[in-house]
């Protein structure tokens, strides 16, 4: 990665106040109504959608997607682990890189988080949605109940609860902390009543005294040092939903880095694709700058090689285990019914993130935003591949089967990109989407002595 | 009399983060003790000029987190002793299974305990401050460095603080009404 | 309700109306107050007649719906009481809930199946083979088990109609009064009868009666299927007409020429059981029964055979032709025969010498007259006959020449028959469509229809009648053994239906025959003097004791000259067979037949053409694409399937399918065979075959049938016949307390014959419902217990594999690992349990489980299978939507046994419990029970050397573990 000791990642001439009435005044005076509004309406729409789906699944059964024996979890498993790898990104950016000490993070973190707030959320919906019977969910909690039974403690699928809630609220908390500061800044340029008292609630009062600001601190870091390990505890663990299987393609050690990586690689893409738009979008060039770009896209590159290790590792994986049903799947994956599945992880996660070697690509928005989008398709082909080429042929030749998505998993996956969509516009249009404090610390950093880190 | 009891304290105005940092080094210099800074983003230099102590944001997460672990663990296995079944023959007390409920519960209490405290020691939400009521006090969150001299200080009067402050050149100074 | 000669008068109407005042109507009829209506109300709702002396719609209607009500539950027939043994006679011992088992039998093709009936107050939910039987042995196929739904098949038959158009059995009786003067005069001139094959003496002696009354009446019979060229053979052999009766328990070599004596029909279960027990020997030095099989189309029976040849219809003759030859029969000259044919035969032959006198020779029912005469004299050559086959007299009435269904459509199309009598039967359906029977019976005036669906026929008819299902109605038969049956009434008629007895009663003039009338008039000069005594005991017994066929004393006069037909050039060999789950269709409106599985095809609600590979790649055809069959001016389009092991020439069509009438699932789909079936040849036609545009989604519950390399079935053979005993599997976990009893099962694959009777017997002790096609293509089949096949090796003549699979509950079992609510555990008696209630569907168990023995309910299925609810076990549960299912070892039965064994403050006894389908299993391949007991048959079993585990790599224990199956075909296994 690179190292803040570069020249300055924030052009000079920006002043404290020039920042902050920047940033301050993108909800107060929100410049692009009409694409805004027009994006809401397609959020809405996908989100409709989701509703629709939504409500068919629960009168009529889970029958309704294409599901079967033996392959019976597809999409829903299939996307709630791509959902929840793209939300980890944010996490990593701003935890990581705060840790880190890595100010250009600061012009990022904001919407990253953000998106992570929302994609967790789009996960989320997916264990209830893929259940029999939705309205028993709570079954999953330990609570004294008449016949006196508990949850089940060994399976995955119970830690998988478990991890979801905790990721979810850990990173709203850590959100909203990172948020207050700003909220008061909001407050104060607010001219109109609506939006004083709007921000004045939510910035609970805040006034930024020395010491709230050692507290703040204190408090920030030590949920970042804590946000870190769980982002990574929770992948792994989602990885453990298929390798506590005996399913070959699925019982396999590699599995919780490999869901790590491949998680990050996707959450990055998407960090990077909406970096790209928000820049363009609200013409914030001078704070998401090309160098921002260009960092992550060396991000990309580099977690997008990791997760490439991840394959090759599967294939030595399944050759040195010499495990007859190991290889089948590995044929299975490289020329079965599904191998375009396969292929098309390949080409979209290893291929065509080549161009990011070069630094004019990456410094180029829509290349980069081009090749993230690759990766978000090549992740969620990778995802598929692994779920559904691992269980269509399992171990008995006699029970093989087929799985093809039926009009309802299209519809409720589509959905889901309304119901992250939908809020993550009302926020870009309500909040600061740039942390103006942060990116202040960082002019104050640079005017003080240029590229000296904390 | 009355006013000074009427007053919250001395507000002063300062152009940048160093000039705050000095101002404060001279007032404690001065004998002034009841100090607070006001920056619209942190100065970890503040901290140490105005003496601030502070652990118990760290402590509370500490704590949370060993309840966290313990109320996971305790949790499990109180479950698995008070109806035992045999789970494809896996051990009744499956530590190895548990691990991962607990680490999650840990992480979630050592989360939420300093960000809580941090909010309850600030004494947030507070929605209203005699700061607010200052005239310049909006520029905080911008891009002004207030330095205030409290009333419950023992030097503090409203006259002598304002000459004292007034030599620290500040950018303005004003008397904060309580 | 529209009724005949309703012809519509407003003005009288209208003056009703008036007069009436305020008169409460609830139909015309009612209003006019028409003598036929209120005939019409004391047929189908005797309750509601009285209201008519003092109308009141509301009571009216109360009572309307009370009555419904009781035809739901015990059906609304007259309520005399008869004295089925021993419910009615004390009904004070029924404990409501508690079940009890009546012995009687099921029909199939006139033959009794001797059946135990487990009814719950009244409702029969499970038949089962009766145990004391000595055909049946307590075994079932899947028929038997599926009676059950015909019974409550909620698209039979309920009222006696007249021109589609409901009337009463008094209107019908009225009717027939006419009718019967005008026979009188005639002497039954054109009065014809038609059934079915029939073993009843009560039916044949009515109708023998009839024809002493009416001389010219005539008895046609019609077996769609039957074995109509078999006592005819023996005519041919012995001067008079013989049914030959096998003992393979006897047999040291069988040759069967395109005979599937193990396939399904109404000899299954007879031969299965003779078969096993030889099977079973199989101790060192004393060798294996050989089993040579020369067939067109794969069967059962060639899939455990020693040998099997696959050899094209037209020239199964032809091997029946050289052997004959080469055993000297004068007139069969030897026929020039291809290599692979005459390799087979040679051996053949060559064992049939060795082992004269416990050898057998067998051909194809099908198979002319001519070659069962010959094969009766070779069996008589090698001493056989008396010993591993001896003659009967024909259990069913042989018909004369004159008394076929050919000699009825000559005299129909001729216009000399006046009135024809369809009992239970349906020619419009099942008759060749080279006689054109409907054509031939719309020149009958008088038409008349009984039997249990408003099919084909009935809408040809004039009058149709309902008819009781064999389970509501006093009757006899005769089981393949020949011991006489007497069929008592296991429930109340549900409908205003009459057993068959009565309508012959009826047409003898008796104007309201009682149910058992006729029955017990046979029997009294059967019984003589101590008749109720013996009554009572055939009741009980289920059977008459020692009422089985006599051996005939023949000795075979050479059979006469033949020679079979040479196979003409260009065109390939059809194959006509009965549907191995729905026969010719009489079985087509169980859906729960429709979804089980065809044996071999694996394909469900549907038939299919089956075609050889070769004759696939020759013709363009692949697997689903619509093929048109042509065989003369005759042609049916239906789904290609290509069938491993299929002659290369034939293409083989299965009977019961695309149905025109007879209820909604009937008419499911597939092509109906019938079509092509020539006056002639039974069961062959000669033509060809093109592919047409269109690709079909056949059903099959399994798609791929390699082994791919892997041995999921395993083989011994003599050479070595131990496999390398089971891994001691190793593991980290310590053992949970055990209780008493370790439940296992082992399944014997060298016994499985793959007939579905296990499956079909799981279905319905566990109430595994129906899900439809469409759901079973997407491979959301619901069944607990699944036959897989498998083949290896050439897919011209494959050896092919069944192996059974139900849960393997096994001990480290990795399903229940995955549940996070505990809705899947393990009993201390180490059974993989289900709970139902506590499932909420993540499906973790499924994806986890390696041998996918688990079943989903994807929607709410009950919704979709009402009508088998009346037949659920009370005893299990029925799952809901959004529940996982598997097979749970049947543990109702468990824990019935356990109560039971408590009540009587005992321990179990040693095999006590007996699942479902080791009940069933005709073969006896599945053995249950307690693995902690050393002496239990399963303990035994597991310590054989052909016991081994499936997926044992995987490490989860199970404790459903296999035999291996022996492989002695020659150049494989034992030379």
Known sequence: MTDSAAPPILPPRQTYASVTDQLASIPLHFPTRRRWLIALCIASALFGLLCVSAAVLFTEGVGIWGINIPVNWAFAIHNYVWWLGIGHAGTLISALLLLLGREWRNSLNRFAET????????????????????????????????????????????????????????????????????????????????????????????????????????????????????????????????????????????????????????????????????????????????????????????????????????????????????????????????????WGAIAFNFVALQPLWWRSVRRTPWMLFAISTCVAVGMWLERYMILVTSLYRDFLVSSWGEYHPTFWDWATYIGTIGLFLLPFLLVIRLLPVISIFETKEVLHEEHREPGHGK | MENEQAAFGMLAEFESAEALVAAARKARAGGYRELDAFTPFPVPELARVLRLRERRVLLLGLYGGIAGFCIALAMQLYVSFDYPLNVGGRPQYALTAFAVVTFELTVLFAALTPALGMLILNGLPRLHHPLFAARRFHLASKDRFFLCVLASDGKFDAGETENFLRKLKPASIELVKA | MRREHSSFDLSRARAAAAAGGKRFWTCLEELLDEDGFRAWMAGEFPAAVPLFEEPGRRQFLKLMGASLLLAGLTGCGDNRAEEALPYVNQPENLTPGVPRHYATAVLFEGYAQPVLATTYDGRPTKLDGNPDHPAAHGRSDAFMQAAIFGLYDPERSKIPSRARAPTTWEAFAGELEKLRTRWNERRGEGLRLLTGDTTSPTLIRQIRQLQQQLPMLRWHRHEPIGHANIPEGMRLAFGRPAMPQYRLDLCDVVVGIGHDLLGPGPRQVLHAGQWTRRRGEIAPGQGRQRLHIAESTPGLTGVV????????????????????????????????????????????????????????????????????????????????????????????????????????????????????????????????????????????????????????????????????????????????????????????????????????????????????????????DAF???????????????????????????????????????????????????????????????????????????????????????????????????????????????????????????????????????????????????????????????????????????????????????????????????????????????????????????????????????????????????????????????????????????????????????????????????????????????????????????????????????????????????????????????????????????????????????????????????????????????????????????????????????????????????????NDTPGEGEG
């Open chain 3, 305 to 524: 055979a020693t040998t099997r040849l696959a050899c094209d219809a037209s020239r199964l003759p032809l091997l029946v032709q050289a052997l004959a030859a080469s055993f000297e029969i004068p007139g069969w000259p030897a026929p020039a025969l291809e290599d692979d044919e005459r390799a087979w035969l040679e051996r053949a032959a060559g064992e049939l010498r060795k082992s004269a006198g416990k050898s057998l020779l067998t051909v194809a029912p099908q198979l002319a007259a001519e070659c069962h005469a010959a094969a009766a004299a070779i069996n008589e050559r090698l001493k056989n006959n008396g010993m591993t086959v001896w003659y009967s007299e024909p259990l069913h009435a042989v018909p004369e020449k004159e008394e076929t269904l050919t000699a009825l459509c000559r005299d129909m199309a001729a216009g000399v028959v006046d009135t024809l009598i369809i009992v239970d039967s349906n020619p419009v359906y099942t008759a060749p469509a080279g006689l054109a029977f409907a054509q031939g019976l719309e020149q009958v005036p008088h038409r008349i229809h009984a039997g249990l669906h408003f099919d084909e026929t009935a809408q040809a008819c004039g009058w149709h009648l309902p008819l009781h299902h064999a389970l509501e109605s006093w009757s006899d038969a005769r089981a393949a053994d020949g011991s006489m049956t007497i069929l008592q009434p296991v429930i109340r008629p549900l409908y205003a239906s009459r057993s068959l007895h009565q309508v012959f009663d009826m047409l003898a003039g008796i104007h309201d025959p009682p149910a058992d009338g006729a029955v017990r008039a046979t029997w009294r």
């Open chain 1, 115 to 342: 998106m992570t707030l929302f994609a967790v959320i789009c996960a989320g919906i997916y264990p209830v949605l893929h259940l029999g019977r939705p309205w028993f969910l709570y079954w999953m909690f330990p609570y004294p109940s008449t016949m006196k039974v508990w949850p089940q403690f060994r399976s995955p699928l119970e830690w998988d609860i478990w991890a979801l809630l905790t990721y979810l609220i850990v990173s709203t908390v850590f959100w909203y902390i990172g948020l207050i500061p700003d909220l008061a800044a909001a407050r104060d340029r607010a001219h109109r009543r609506r939006w004083q008292v709007f921000f004045g609630i939510l910035s609970l009062g805040w006034r930024g005294s020395a010491l709230h600001w050692l507290r703040w601190q204190q408090a920030y870091r030590l949920l970042a040092a804590l946000a870190v390990p769980l982002v990574v505890s929770v992948h792994s663990e989602v990885s453990l939903l298929f390798a506590a299987g005996t399913i070959p393609g699925w019982h396999s050690t590699v599995f919780p880095p490999y869901f790590v990586l491949g998680a990050a690689f996707s959450g990055f893409a998407v960090v990077s694709m909406i970096a790209v738009v928000l820049r363009a979008m609200f013409d914030l060039r001078n704070l998401v700058t090309d160098q921002h770009l260009d960092i992550l896209g060396q991000v990309l590159l580099a977690t997008g090689l990791m997760t490439a290790y991840g394959y090759v590792f599967e294939i030595f994986d399944a050759l040195y285990s010499g495990d007859a049903h190991d290889i089948q799947t590995l044929t299975n994956r490289f020329t079965g019914q599904y191998a375009w599945s396969y």
């Open chain 3, 528 to 966: 003589g003097k101590d008749f109720d005594e013996r009554w009572r005991r055939a009741l009980h017994d289920g059977f008459v004791a020692d009422s089985a066929a006599e051996p005939l004393t023949l000795t075979a006069t050479a059979a006469p000259p033949f020679k079979a037909p040479e196979a003409a050039g260009g065109e390939i060999d059809i194959v006509l067979g009965p549907d191995p789950t729905i026969w010719d269709g009489r079985f087509a409106n169980v859906a729960w037949l429709q979804e089980l599985p065809k044996p071999l095809s694996k394909a469900t609600w549907e038939n299919v053409i089956a075609v050889s590979a070769s004759l696939a790649a020759a013709q363009g055809l692949a697997q689903g694409d619509l093929a048109e069959i042509t065989a003369g001016e005759r042609r049916v389009r239906g789904a290609v399937w290509i069938m491993p092991g299929q002659a290369r020439r034939t293409a083989s069509l299965a009977f019961g399918y695309g149905r025109r009438s007879g209820g909604e699932i009937a008419q499911c789909g597939g092509y109906d065979a019938f079509a092509l079936q020539s006056a002639e040849r039974q069961g062959f036609a000669r033509g060809t075959i093109r592919r047409i545009e269109g690709k079909a989604v056949i059903a099959t519950t399994q798609a791929h049938h390699r082994m791919d390399g892997f041995d999921f079935v395993r083989e011994v053979t003599a050479e070595d016949p131990a496999l390398p005993s089971a891994r001691t599997a190793k593991t980290l976990y310590p053992d949970w307390p055990a209780a008493d009893h370790a439940w296992g099962m082992v399944i014997d694959l060298d016994r499985c014959i793959g007939c579905n009777a296990c499956v079909a017997a799981c279905n319905v002790e566990n109430n595994v419902l129906v899900v439809g096609k469409d759901e079973v293509a997407r491979g959301r089949e619901m069944s607990w217990l699944r036959v897989d096949r498998y083949y290896t090796g050439d897919i011209e003549s494959p050896r092919s594999y069944f192996q059974p699979v139900p849960c393997m509950h096994c001990e480290d079992a990795p399903c229940e690992m995955g549940c996070p609510v505990h809705a899947t555990t393990h009993s201390p008696e180490g059974i993989n349990q289900q709970v139902y209630n506590r499932c909420i569907g993540t499906r973790t168990c499924s994806s986890y489980c390696p041998y996918k023995v688990r079943r989903f309910n994807w929607y709410d299925y009950r919704k979709r299978d009402e009508a088998s609810r009346a037949a659920k076990n009370p005893e299990v549960t029925v799952r809901s939507r959004g529940v996982m299912e598997k097979c749970t070892y049947c543990t109702q039965r468990i824990e019935t046994a356990h109560a039971q064994a408590d009540k009587e403050g005992r321990a179990l006894r040693r095999d006590e419990v007996v699942t479902a389908c080791q009940q069933a299993c005709p073969t006896q391949a599945i053995v249950f029970g307690d693995l902690k007991d050393p002496g239990s048959a399963v303990s035994a079993q597991r310590a054989s050397g052909r016991h081994y585990v499936l997926l044992e790599e995987l490490g989860t224990r199970p404790r459903t573990t296999y035999l291996a199956r022996w």
